[in-house]
């Protein structure tokens, strides 16, 4: 095999499956290519991932180092949440999110249900926005 070029879903959604399901979707596929069967499972899994990320509705500034690593860790800290990353450096201006281009972190959570994953999810990401501060005019 030289080249493998599968099209899989945008948005972490591969390791969201994988999270939930115990399914790597990425290894499945690159089986499927060599003639093999998909993997099995990975065991039991918590049977439910969400993942949400943050943009910014307004131009902004990423707060400094101090308080970024502060909120990631608080975040990261949260019963649930298996992932907090921050894309932009701390201190960056950023402008308003039109696009998937605009991410500038994200949160994953992990859980029995998917109300309780988007819950843990969505709490992580909004304590994430207090990175966020308005652009002095």
Do not use: K, W
């Not at 943009?55 to 949260?78: F, Q, S």
């Amino acid at each position: 095999m030289v080249e493998v070029n599968p099209r899989l879903a945008g948005g972490m959604i591969p390791d969201l499956v994988r999270r939930a399901c115990g399914i790597d979707l990425v290894a499945d596929q690159v089986r499927a290519a060599a003639g093999l069967a998909p993997a099995a499972a990975d065991g039991p899994r918590a049977g439910a991932a969400a993942i949400r990320f943050l943009t910014a509705g307004h131009d902004a500034v990423l707060a400094g180092p101090e308080l970024t690593d502060g909120l990631l860790g608080a975040v990261r800290e949260i019963p649930g949440v298996v992932d907090a990353v921050l894309y932009a450096a701390a201190g960056s201006q950023v402008t308003r999110a039109v696009d998937f281009r605009g991410r500038l972190g994200h949160v994953i959570a992990e859980a029995a249900s998917v109300p309780e994953a988007v819950h843990i999810a969505e709490r992580g990401c909004d304590l994430l926005s207090r990175s966020l501060q308005a652009v002095p005019v």
